[in-house]
């Protein structure tokens, strides 16, 4: 009955149990920071060799080890098969929670049961762990037997005979459970085989043996010697009265009962203590904290394919958190520490050295360590594949500098967790190709820069009449020095870090392919007018494909690490979101951010799913043809401007390409002047360029002379239903006034009787943003923009001159991602906006 009701609510009993263990886990966090001294242990740890250090880790988790059998045998009796990896975690999980927590066996059960327990037979799991389980405490009651047998033979402490009644009870131990283990009706304690009860008899055997082995080896590396035979009773008794005590780790009664014997025994109350913290923080500490990562690790990962992978989600975005500051944390700590005065004497080849110079060549390390690791952070923060590596030497060589003549623990703890969580993400670590963003030189700056102002400020304040009282024109002059080579150095490693870790130079995107980019808008119905701008070939291609056929197509350029996506991009029905996404994920694997200019509403919506912000940038003017005319008193303006210029000669003519050379020439020279000495801009306006203009027809004004005074261009793209014109330039000297509005009048009469609805007029910029009460900061912003700007360019000059055609007008928008400063990205558009015009592929 009971066992069916496990089995319905065995989902809720893991949660519950995963829920309880990690609240007592942080509660015995907790309980430890309380009752153990770190600062005694550092001073003890202090007092030791490296080497020594080292040893006692590894005997430490060798100790823990043997309890690895347990389940190796527990896995054989319950006939279930796990690989040694899974095996290992979760046994080390158990074994150094249940050490430290117990709770009555309740852990030791419980994780056993959520580990290798079988979902569909929950009562034959629960027999076979109760058959096992009882055995794990065999090997003590062998020892107990030992000791009670050594306080026989041996002359041992008052203290220590006065317990032989306690070790006598626990070593019945071993008797009665092989008693119960023998019963073949008892489903549960019973029916176990020989060969099984010798395995874990010989498994707790060698376990004990590695405790007791290794509380003797912490005994003789602090260098108290004292007899086995005294050492091993009284060891055996405090663990009897801390299991009856039922104290998590058997806290205060095992502690109460080892310092008073050990003092007993000739040490004094110090040394005791100081043995049972070095014994406790590498048999318990240690260990526990791997555990509660693996378990977190094994438990977590049920809990997160329950939940459709959402806490892996939080915690891999918490932990890279954590990371990053951390190191940027741990960088501060190392540059700030420099100021604190270090004696120099254990080191034989600064002590030869002036008391200034040897100061500095002491500390430089600490403020070259701390810069590289806000740089080890930025490039955790990108994700690069050089990490790895980079954080191996640094972590290394920090070490060993910090550990130089004294053992600094804490220092040593922090680095080493922060390096096994960089381990713990090595496989996010993935890229290969990074440019080092504007933001991220900005931000490093500040936290650099920052660091070291505050670094000088407190060195000031501790030292000032080093720093601010220099008398002498010689210390003046070595403290300068010592900061120009500091800097030197710094920005030599910061730089070669930087080139080391952009390993390769990977292109994103693809120059431009005529015959390619044609094939594929052929299959586009309504295509977008800007697709023409890629003929310009001043900006690379992407191309999302599936089956080898081309789907979608972005157009862009590059400058510094930011992507600046030109208008809307080209998609076949169906296909815009898959290549939106895969576009997206591309670009930061690359460690590009994606900025996308002059798109739509549709387009804007969908990426603020991405996580992306907007900003209104303008508006685009569409004339609706069939409303258009120069007829009637609606037309009058418009009439009035063509009949002006006709009467003077001028005609308007519309021409089909190829062009001859004579012709290009011309349009050449009037393309110059107007230009009078600016240079062109390219991105989102076409440029002078004769295999651009070879594309589609153009429209000339000539006088009566028959000399060409203006000419436009009109968009490749452009379709039967929707038009526009590129370049649009007259001759500046020659042209008369009004040429402009009898070019578009007459383009907009043209386009009617070819049968086109709407004619675009182009951006507006900045138009009509950031001018409601309720309108974004950075729309605002543009507004002054906007507003202050008129004097240099006139944008409503602009809007002004348009609205004369009565066009309906469309917003258009920025896109930007959320962790970018919007200021570079407006600053990257700019630059790629004005940047100087060439083709991609000469």
């Given at each position: 009955?009971?066992l069916n009701w496990v089995k319905k609510?065995?989902?809720?009993?893991?949660?519950?149990?995963?829920?309880?263990?990690?609240?007592?886990?942080?509660?015995?966090?907790?309980?430890?920071?309380?009752?153990?001294?770190?600062?005694?242990?550092?001073?003890?740890?202090?007092?030791?060799?490296?080497?020594?250090?080292?040893?006692?880790?590894?005997?430490?988790?060798?100790?823990?080890?043997?309890?690895?059998?347990?389940?190796?045998?527990?896995?054989?009796?319950?006939?279930?098969?796990?690989?040694?990896?899974?095996?290992?975690?979760?046994?080390?999980?158990?074994?150094?929670?249940?050490?430290?927590?117990?709770?009555?066996?309740?852990?030791?059960?419980?994780?056993?049961?959520?580990?290798?327990?079988?979902?569909?037979?929950?009562?034959?799991?629960?027999?076979?762990?109760?058959?096992?389980?009882?055995?794990?405490?065999?090997?003590?009651?062998?020892?107990?037997?030992?000791?009670?047998?050594l306080t026989g033979l041996f002359p041992?402490?008052?203290?220590?005979?006065?317990?032989?009644?306690?070790?006598?009870?626990?070593?019945?131990?071993?008797?009665?459970?092989?008693?119960?283990?023998?019963?073949?009706?008892w489903a549960y304690f019973g029916q176990?085989?020989?060969?099984?009860?010798?395995?874990?008899?010989?498994?707790?055997?060698?376990?004990?043996?590695?405790?007791?082995?290794?509380?003797?080896?912490?005994?003789?590396?602090?260098?108290?010697?004292?007899?086995?035979?005294?050492?091993?009773?009284?060891?055996?008794?405090?663990?009897?009265?801390?299991?009856?005590?039922?104290?998590?780790?058997?806290?205060?009664?095992?502690?109460?009962?080892?310092?008073?014997?050990?003092?007993?025994?000739?040490?004094?109350?110090?040394?005791?203590?100081?043995?049972?913290?070095?014994?406790?923080?590498?048999?318990?500490?240690?260990?526990?904290?791997?555990?509660?990562?693996?378990?977190?690790?094994?438990?977590?990962?049920?809990?997160?394919?329950?939940?459709?992978?959402?806490?892996?989600?939080?915690?891999?975005?918490?932990?890279?958190?954590?990371?990053?500051?951390?190191?940027?944390?741990?960088?501060?700590?190392?540059?700030?520490?420099?100021?604190?005065?270090?004696?120099?004497?254990?080191?034989?080849?600064?002590?030869?050295?002036?008391?200034?110079?040897?100061?500095?060549?002491?500390?430089?390390?600490?403020?070259?360590?701390?810069?590289?690791?806000?740089?080890?952070?930025?490039?955790?923060?990108?994700?690069?594949?050089?990490?790895?590596?980079?954080?191996?030497?640094?972590?290394?060589?920090?070490?060993?500098?910090?550990?130089?003549?004294?053992?600094?623990?804490?220092?040593?703890?922090?680095?080493?967790?922060?390096?096994?969580?960089?381990?713990?993400?090595?496989?996010?670590?993935?890229?290969?190709?990074?440019?080092?963003?504007?933001?991220?030189?900005?931000?490093?700056?500040?936290?650099?820069?920052?660091?070291?102002?505050?670094?000088?400020?407190?060195?000031?304040?501790?030292?000032?009449?080093?720093?601010?009282?220099?008398?002498?024109?010689?210390?003046?002059?070595?403290?300068?020095?010592?900061?120009?080579?500091?800097?030197?150095?710094?920005?030599?490693?910061?730089?070669?870090?930087?080139?080391?870790?952009?390993?390769?130079?990977?292109?994103?995107?693809?120059?431009?392919?005529?015959?390619?980019?044609?094939?594929?808008?052929?299959?586009?119905?309504?295509?977008?007018?800007?697709?023409?701008?890629?003929?310009?070939?001043?900006?690379?291609?992407?191309?999302?494909?599936?089956?080898?056929?081309?789907?979608?197509?972005?157009?862009?350029?590059?400058?510094?690490?930011?992507?600046?996506?030109?208008?809307?991009?080209?998609?076949?029905?169906?296909?815009?979101?898959?290549?939106?996404?895969?576009?997206?994920?591309?670009?930061?694997?690359?460690?590009?951010?994606?900025?996308?200019?002059?798109?739509?509403?549709?387009?804007?919506?969908?990426?603020?799913?991405?996580?992306?912000?907007?900003?209104?940038?303008?508006?685009?003017?569409?004339?609706?043809?069939?409303?258009?005319?120069?007829?009637?008193?609606?037309?009058?303006?418009?009439?009035?401007?063509?009949?002006?210029?006709?009467?003077?000669?001028?005609?308007?003519?519309?021409?089909?390409?190829?062009?001859?050379?004579?012709?290009?020439?011309?349009?050449?020279?009037?393309?110059?002047?107007?230009?009078?000495?600016?240079?062109?801009?390219?991105?989102?306006?076409?440029?002078?360029?004769?295999?651009?203009?070879?594309?589609?027809?153009?429209?000339?004004?000539?006088?009566?002379?028959?000399?060409?005074?203006?000419?436009?261009?009109?968009?490749?793209?452009?379709?039967?239903?929707?038009?526009?014109?590129?370049?649009?330039?007259?001759?500046?000297?020659?042209?008369?006034?009004?040429?402009?509005?009898?070019?578009?009048?007459?383009?907009?009469?043209?386009?009617?009787?070819?049968?086109?609805?709407?004619?675009?007029?182009?951006?507006?910029?900045?138009?009509?943003?950031?001018?409601?009460?309720?309108?974004?900061?950075?729309?605002?912003?543009?507004?002054?923009?906007?507003?202050?700007?008129?004097?240099?360019?006139?944008?409503?000059?602009?809007?002004?001159?348009?609205?004369?055609?009565?066009?309906?007008?469309?917003?258009?928008?920025?896109?930007?991602?959320?962790?970018?400063?919007?200021?570079?990205?407006?600053?990257?558009?700019?630059?790629?906006?004005?940047?100087?015009?060439?083709?991609?592929?000469?």
């Open positions: 009955m009971f609510w065995q989902t809720l009993i893991k949660l519950v149990l995963f829920i309880s263990i990690t609240s007592l886990a942080i509660v015995e966090i907790t309980r430890l920071f309380k009752t153990i001294s770190f600062d005694k242990i550092e001073e003890i740890l202090g007092e030791l060799s490296p080497l020594n250090v080292i040893c006692l880790a590894l005997f430490g988790f060798m100790a823990v080890a043997p309890m690895i059998f347990y389940d190796s045998i527990l896995n054989k009796e319950l006939n279930q098969k796990q690989t040694f990896s899974y095996l290992l975690e979760t046994s080390w999980t158990i074994n150094s929670l249940n050490n430290m927590i117990g709770f009555a066996g309740l852990i030791d059960i419980g994780l056993r049961y959520s580990f290798y327990g079988d979902k569909e037979r929950p009562e034959k799991s629960m027999q076979g762990i109760s058959r096992v389980i009882p055995y794990f405490m065999s090997g003590f009651s062998l020892f107990t037997l030992i000791s009670l047998v041992l402490s008052i203290g220590s005979k006065q317990y032989w009644p306690v070790l006598l009870g626990a070593s019945l131990y071993l008797p009665i459970v092989l008693f119960v283990s023998n019963r073949k009706n176990l085989g020989g060969k099984t009860m010798l395995s874990l008899v010989l498994a707790s055997a060698l376990d004990w043996a590695c405790v007791l082995s290794f509380f003797l080896l912490v005994g003789y590396i602090l260098g108290y010697n004292l007899p086995i035979y005294d050492v091993i009773p009284l060891f055996m008794i405090a663990i009897t009265i801390g299991i009856m005590s039922m104290i998590p780790g058997s806290l205060g009664s095992f502690d109460l009962i080892m310092v008073s014997g050990l003092v007993g025994l000739g040490l004094d109350k110090a040394q005791a203590l100081s043995w049972l913290l070095v014994f406790r923080l590498f048999y318990y500490i240690l260990p526990f904290c791997l555990g509660v990562v693996l378990f977190l690790k094994n438990m977590g990962g049920r809990l997160n394919e329950k939940y459709l992978g959402i806490p892996q989600k939080v915690i891999e975005a918490l932990s890279s958190i954590v990371l990053v500051w951390g190191l940027r944390l741990f960088g501060f700590f190392l540059i700030v520490s420099a100021i604190v005065p270090q004696e120099l004497g254990h080191l034989p080849l600064l002590k030869e050295l002036s008391p200034s110079t040897g100061q500095f060549v002491f500390q430089l390390p600490s403020i070259v360590f701390g810069v590289l690791f806000f740089l080890l952070a930025r490039l955790v923060r990108r994700r690069l594949k050089f990490t790895l590596m980079l954080a191996n030497v640094l972590s290394v060589t920090s070490l060993i500098y910090l550990n130089i003549g004294s053992f600094s623990l804490i220092s040593s703890i922090f680095l080493i967790k922060l390096l096994s969580l960089i381990w713990w993400k090595k496989d996010t670590f993935v890229r290969r190709h990074y440019i080092y963003a504007w933001e991220d030189c900005c931000k490093d700056i500040i936290y650099i820069g920052g660091t070291l102002f505050l670094t000088l400020l407190l060195l000031g304040h501790l030292n000032p009449h080093h720093v601010f009282k220099l008398k002498h024109l010689s210390h003046l002059v070595t403290h300068w020095i010592h900061l120009l080579g500091l800097s030197l150095i710094l920005v030599m490693l910061y730089i070669l870090v930087l080139r080391e870790s952009n390993q390769t130079k990977e292109n994103f995107g693809e120059v431009f392919d005529k015959q390619r980019y044609q094939d594929f808008i052929a299959t586009i119905p309504n295509i977008n007018l800007d697709a023409a701008l890629a003929y310009l070939d001043d900006k690379y291609l992407y191309w999302y494909q599936e089956d080898g056929q081309d789907k979608v197509v972005f157009q862009f350029a590059i400058d510094n690490n930011k992507c600046v996506v030109m208008s809307d991009p080209l998609a076949q029905s169906g296909y815009l979101e898959k290549g939106l996404s895969k576009f997206l994920e591309d670009a930061e694997d690359t460690n590009v951010s994606v900025i996308f200019y002059e798109i739509n509403q549709e387009i804007t919506l969908l990426l603020h799913e991405y996580g992306y912000d907007f900003m209104k940038f303008g508006e685009t003017a569409q004339v609706l043809l069939d409303r258009f005319t120069t007829e009637g008193k609606q037309g009058k303006k418009f009439r009035t401007v063509v009949n002006r210029l006709e009467s003077k000669g001028y005609q308007f003519q519309v021409l089909q390409p190829p062009f001859d050379k004579k012709l290009l020439n011309t349009l050449k020279e009037i393309s110059d002047n107007w230009l009078d000495g600016r240079q062109e801009k390219g991105f989102s306006l076409g440029f002078f360029d004769e295999k651009y203009i070879q594309l589609a027809p153009i429209a000339l004004v000539r006088d009566k002379e028959d000399k060409v005074q203006a000419f436009v261009t009109f968009l490749a793209c452009n379709g039967p239903e929707e038009a526009s014109i590129d370049l649009m330039r007259y001759h500046l000297r020659t042209a008369p006034n009004g040429i402009m509005d009898y070019l578009f009048v007459k383009l907009l009469l043209h386009f009617k009787e070819e049968g086109v609805s709407l004619f675009e007029l182009g951006m507006a910029p900045l138009s009509n943003v950031g001018t409601e009460k309720h309108s974004f900061l950075q729309e605002k912003v543009a507004y002054l923009i906007y507003a202050f700007t008129n004097r240099f360019y006139s944008f409503s000059g602009l809007r002004q001159y348009k609205q004369k055609f009565n066009p309906i007008w469309t917003p258009r928008y920025v896109a930007y991602p959320r962790d970018t400063w919007l200021i570079l990205d407006m600053l990257a558009i700019y630059r790629v906006d004005n940047r100087k015009v060439k083709r991609l592929s000469y």
